[in-house]
């Protein structure tokens, strides 16, 4: 199959993009630009290709023959308005692109933000409650797609990643954004203390193993759909910390910020991608891999 994704330059994007290839699909991975993974374009299947969400100039050119859209890439606003327009009205565009190229599924990447307010089980057919601008587009987002889907024949998937982390797919390629275990790492390696916050954890899946839950998404059939992408398991930061000072050998304070979160976590429900897909993933051995990696950064 013939796929375009869009944002395969980032970090979900790319480990997604090599992740297809490798799987035998014919890749046409696009960002704002392109050059910035140069590694990408020797992975064979995958042809890189420019995409900006704000310039549908090359829209057309990059969607040539595809079967298949995977859209990851997020358009941002700080505003209500310029956050519709850059994320939403863009994904709308794109969706109307691809079904005019040709293409017979689409696969939408949301967010567990799109609950917004959550209760202790969050399954995937609850009402969206966002709190935020964010959350909001993906919650509207998604309302789009599932109109879409009915109104066009489109087959339309969405996908809701919670906390991704991981290692670069390809050499000079992203990590993810956020810099805990990298906080954590360099404080244990340094013999510092680790400042983290008091009951505060997720459901943290592997970038791998999120790339895996889009392969088999590209294979569902069914008109529109909603899938939680996330560990079953959930573990606190200061497991996390506990598995680094493991993993190095050495014991520090953990200083935690009590900010008034609840000893029980809210969950997601991820039954669905198991009775689906046959997946099921553990995280914390992938936790402990990447701690590794992390702490033979610090060690560099």
């Known amino acids: 199959m013939k796929i375009l994704v869009t944002g395969a330059t980032g970090f979900i994007g790319s480990h997604v993009a090599v992740h297809l290839a490798n799987a035998g699909h014919q890749v046409v991975a696009t960002g704002r630009n392109p050059a910035k993974v140069p590694a990408l374009g020797s992975v064979p299947n995958l042809r890189l290709a420019h995409l900006d969400l704000k310039d549908r100039s090359d829209w057309d050119a990059a969607f040539e023959g595809c079967e298949a859209l995977v859209h990851i890439a997020l358009g941002w606003g700080d505003e209500a308005s310029t956050m519709l327009a850059a994320d939403t009205a863009a994904s709308v565009a794109l969706f109307e692109a691809a079904h005019i190229a040709g293409a017979k599924k689409i696969i939408y990447t949301s967010s567990t933000a799109a609950n917004g307010e959550m209760e202790a089980l969050n399954s995937e057919d609850r009402q969206n409650r966002p ?35 991981g290692e670069p797919v390809v050499p000079g390629s992203s990590v993810q954004a956020d810099t ?35 392969e088999r998404l590209l294979g569902w059939r069914a008109r529109f759909s909603i899938h939680y992408a996330l560990a079953s398991g959930w573990v606190s930061w200061a497991e996390v910390a506990g598995y680094a000072m493991e993993i190095a050998g050495r014991t520090v304070p953990i200083e935690l910020e009590d900010r008034g979160y609840a000893p029980e976590p809210y969950l997601f429900d991820v039954r669905a991608i198991e009775r689906d897909f046959g997946l099921r993933f553990s995280n914390r051995e992938r936790l402990r891999g990447h701690l590794r990696w992390e702490l033979g950064r610090a060690d560099a």
Request: aromatic letters at 12%; charged letters at 25%; one cysteine or more.
């Open 131 to 165: 709190t935020d601008y964010y959350g909001a587009t993906k919650a509207a987002t998604e309302m789009f797609a599932r109109a879409f889907a009915h109104t066009k024949g489109v087959e339309m998937q969405v996908i809701r990643p919670g906390y991704i982390f």
């Open 180 to 214: 805990r275990f990298r906080a954590i790492c360099r404080a244990v390696h340094e013999g510092r203390p680790v400042k983290l916050v008091k009951h505060d954890g997720t459901q943290f899946l592997h970038a791998d193993d999120i790339a895996l839950v889009y």
